[in-house]
C-alpha cells in the first residue's frame, strides 16, 4: 500500500500537508529525521502512517506486527490520541500512571503476545521493569519522539528522562527514530540530534513557524482597568463566532481578580488553575471542547489536552516567560485555519512578577537538599501533616513561594521520589541527584531562563515585522514552508 492511499482510508484525506509525504517516504527507507512543524500541523501523521505501511518480515517465523512506539511527556493527549486511532480501526494503545495496576499489567501481557501498531509511553516508563520485559519481546521499527524539545537542558521543557533516550533506543535495538517538536531555537535543534545519538546524515525537515491565518499583536497597557478594556474589546470582536477564547494569566490571584471584574460586566466564563480538584478540571475542560463555555480564564496548566479547532482568540493578560511558551500556547488558536487573534498585553510592572516566577522555578543547591532530607527523614510527620507542613518548614508563610512545587517536580522526574504531593504519600526511591547539588550548572540554568524572558521583551519593543524576529530567534531557514 502506497502512503497516499493509508492516508485516505484511514484518515479520509486526498492529500498530504507540507512535507508530510517527503518525511513518511523517508522514514519508511530506514532515514532518522527531525520534524519542526508548528502546533496543529500534522505531525502525528509523520509517524502514524509508516506505522500502518509496516509489515512483519517473517523471517524468524515471528509474526507478530511490527511496532511503532511514542515517546511523550503528555500523558493527557496520549488517551486523546489512542481514542481517535481506535476509532478508526487501528491498534493503539497508551501506557502511563492514569491506568489502574491491573490495566497495566493487561496491556504488557498483549504488547509481549503482539497487539498493538502504536504504543505511546512517557520516557520515565523505561525504569519499569514489567515494560522493559515486554518491550523485549516485540521488533520496534519506529521510534517516534514528541515534544523532542525535552530532550535538551537548553530547552523550555526540560525532562530528565528525556537525556536517557540514546540508551532507550539501544534497549530495543536502536529503530529508525523520528524526532518532533513546534518549537526548537537552532541550538536546541543540534541537542536534540546529538543526545538520542542520531548518525550525520540525519535529516532536519523545518515546516517554518508561521500561522498566516494568526494575527499576533503586542499591546501595552498600564493597569488592570486597560487590561480589562482590552479583554473585553476582544472578546466582543468575536462574540458573533460560534468560538472560543482563553486569557492566560501568571497568577491565580490575579486571574481570580479579573473573574470578578468581568462578572461585573455580566461577561459569562469560566476559570481554570492548578487550585481547582481535579474534578473540577476535567470539567471545565469537557465543557470548553464541547463549546458550553466560549470564555476561559486560566494559568498554562490549562491546554495540554486542548485539540479544538475553533479557538478564535487567545490573550496573554500577563508576560509569559519564553518566547517558547509563548508560542505554543497561541498555537492552540486557529486550527481550523480561520483568522484568530493572538494578543499580548505587555505592562511593564508584570516582568518583577515572571522574574519572581523564575527565581521559583529555579531553586538552589541548598533548598534542593533540604527537601530531600525532609522527604527522607521525616515520613511520619509528612504522613500526618502534609503538604503544608512540608512548605512551613521550608518557606514558613511565603504561600506565593512555589521553590517547593518545583523542587518536587525535579526530584520526582529524576526518579528520586514517587509518590501523591495532596494527599502527601512520598516515597524517597533514589539518591539525591547531582545534577542538583551542582551550584554552578543551576546558576547557569537560572541565567539562561533570564536570558529567554529578556528575548521576550525584546520582541515585544520590536519595531520591525514581528514574525522576522520569530524567525531569527527559531532559526527558521529561509525557504521553511509556511503552512496554510
Not at 26 to 37: C, F, Q
Not at 90 to 102: G, M, T
Not at 415 to 424: D, L, S
Request: charged content about 25%; overall charge negative.
Amino acid at each position: 500500500m502506497e502512503p497516499q492511499e493509508a492516508l485516505r482510508q484511514h484518515f479520509g484525506h486526498d492529500s498530504f500537508r507540507g512535507r508530510q509525504e517527503a518525511i513518511v517516504r523517508r522514514t519508511m527507507a530506514g532515514g532518522h529525521s527531525l520534524v519542526i512543524m508548528p502546533t496543529g500541523g500534522g505531525k502525528s501523521l509523520c509517524y502514524q502512517i509508516p506505522a500502518l505501511l509496516y509489515e512483519s518480515s517473517g523471517t524468524t517465523g515471528d509474526t507478530k506486527v511490527p511496532l511503532t512506539l511514542i515517546l511523550s511527556p503528555l500523558i493527557a493527549l496520549m488517551k486523546d490520541q489512542v481514542d481517535s486511532l481506535r476509532s478508526r480501526q487501528i491498534d493503539a494503545a497508551f501506557i502511563n500512571s492514569s491506568l489502574s495496576r491491573e490495566d497495566r499489567e493487561q496491556r504488557y501481557k498483549k504488547l509481549a503476545a503482539g497487539r498493538y501498531r502504536l504504543l505511546y509511553v512517557t520516557p520515565e516508563r523505561f525504569r519499569k521493569p514489567e515494560f522493559l520485559d515486554a518491550i523485549s519481546k516485540r521488533s520496534v521499527r519506529l521510534l517516534a519522539v514528541d515534544e523532542a524539545h525535552c530532550i535538551s537542558e537548553w530547552g523550555h521543557d526540560f525532562r530528565p528522562d528525556y537525556t536517557r533516550l540514546r540508551e532507550f533506543r539501544s534497549l530495543i535495538g536502536d529503530p529508525t527514530t523520528l524526532a518532533l517538536t513546534a518549537t526548537a531555537t537552532v541550538e536546541v535543534q543540534a541537542d536534540i540530534i546529538r543526545q538520542l545519538g542520531l548518525p550525520a546524515d540525519t535529516v532536519t525537515f523545518h515546516e517554518g513557524i508561521d500561522r498566516p491565518n494568526l494575527h499576533l499583536a503586542v499591546q501595552e497597557v498600564w493597569g488592570d482597568q486597560e487590561k480589562l478594556e482590552q479583554i473585553v474589546a476582544i472578546r466582543n470582536r468575536h462574540a458573533g463566532s460560534t468560538g472560543s477564547g482563553i486569557v492566560y494569566f501568571t497568577l491565580i490571584r490575579t486571574l481570580e481578580r479579573f473573574s470578578d471584574l468581568l462578572r461585573l460586566q455580566r461577561i459569562p466564563h469560566v476559570c481554570y488553575h492548578g487550585d481547582l480538584d481535579r474534578q473540577q478540571r476535567r470539567r471545565i475542560q469537557n465543557e470548553f471542547m464541547d463549546g458550553h463555555c466560549p470564555l476561559v480564564l486560566a494559568t498554562n496548566a490549562f491546554g495540554m489536552g486542548i485539540d479544538k479547532e475553533d479557538i478564535r482568540f487567545v490573550i496573554h493578560a500577563e508576560i509569559p516567560g519564553s518566547m517558547e511558551s509563548w508560542y505554543q500556547e497561541i498555537g492552540r488558536a486557529g486550527r481550523d485555519g480561520r483568522p484568530s487573534d493572538c494578543v499580548l498585553l505587555y505592562e511593564e510592572a508584570d516582568l518583577a512578577t515572571r522574574m519572581e516566577f523564575i527565581r521559583w522555578s529555579n531553586p538552589d543547591a541548598g533548598f534542593y537538599e533540604r527537601v530531600y532530607d525532609l522527604l527522607a527523614h521525616e515520613r511520619e510527620q509528612l504522613r500526618s501533616f502534609g503538604y503544608e507542613w512540608l512548605r512551613e518548614k521550608l518557606h514558613a508563610k511565603q504561600k506565593h513561594d512555589h521553590r517547593l512545587e518545583s523542587s518536587l517536580a525535579m526530584l520526582e522526574r529524576y526518579g528520586a521520589i514517587e509518590g501523591t504531593w495532596e494527599p502527601m504519600n512520598l516515597e524517597v526511591t533514589g539518591p539525591m541527584p547531582p545534577e542538583l547539588l551542582d551550584a554552578e550548572r543551576l546558576a547557569t540554568k537560572l541565567r539562561r531562563d533570564q536570558m529567554k524572558l529578556l528575548s521576550l521583551v525584546q520582541f515585544v519593543r520590536h519595531e520591525g515585522d514581528r514574525r522576522d524576529f520569530l524567525h531569527q530567534y527559531f532559526g527558521v531557514p529561509g525557504n521553511a514552508a509556511a503552512l496554510p
